[in-house]
C-alpha cells in the first residue's frame, strides 16, 4: 500500500512553484503600493505645512498692518468717540467718522 505524506511535498511541484511565484508577484504588488501610498501621503503633510506656514505668515502680515494703521491714525476725539445722533427708532448718523485730525 501506498502512503502520502501529511505535508503535501512530494505531488504536484508545478503547482507548488506556480503559487510561490504568484505569492512572491502579489508581495511584490503589495510593496509598491504601499510606497506609492506613502508618497502620496508625505506629499499631502508637505503641502499642508506649506499652506499653515503662508497662512501664519498672511495673519502675521494682517496684525503688524493694523497695528501700525492704529498707530498712524490715531484717535478721532480727544478720547476716541464720536459723535452720533439719534433720528428716531433704529436710524442714528454718525458725524465726523471720516475726518482724519
Partial sequence: METRQASGQGHRPALRSL??????VAAVAAVLV???????????VVVIGVMLS????LAA?????????RRRTGPVGE??????RHLG???WVAYGWNERP
Avoid at 503662508?54 to 505668515?57: R, Y
Avoid at 502680515?61 to 494703521?69: E, F, Q, V, Y
Avoid at 478720547?79 to 452720533?84: K, P, Q, T
Wanted: net charge neutral; charged share 10%; hydrophobic share 65%.
Fill in 19 to 24: 503559487t510561490a511565484i504568484a505569492g512572491a
Fill in 34 to 44: 504601499g510606497v506609492v501610498l506613502a508618497v502620496v501621503f508625505a506629499a499631502t
Fill in 54 to 57: 503662508a497662512l501664519l505668515a
Fill in 61 to 69: 502680515l494682517a496684525h503688524r498692518a493694523g497695528r501700525l494703521a
Fill in 79 to 84: 478720547d476716541g468717540v464720536i459723535e452720533a
Fill in 89 to 91: 427708532g433704529h436710524h
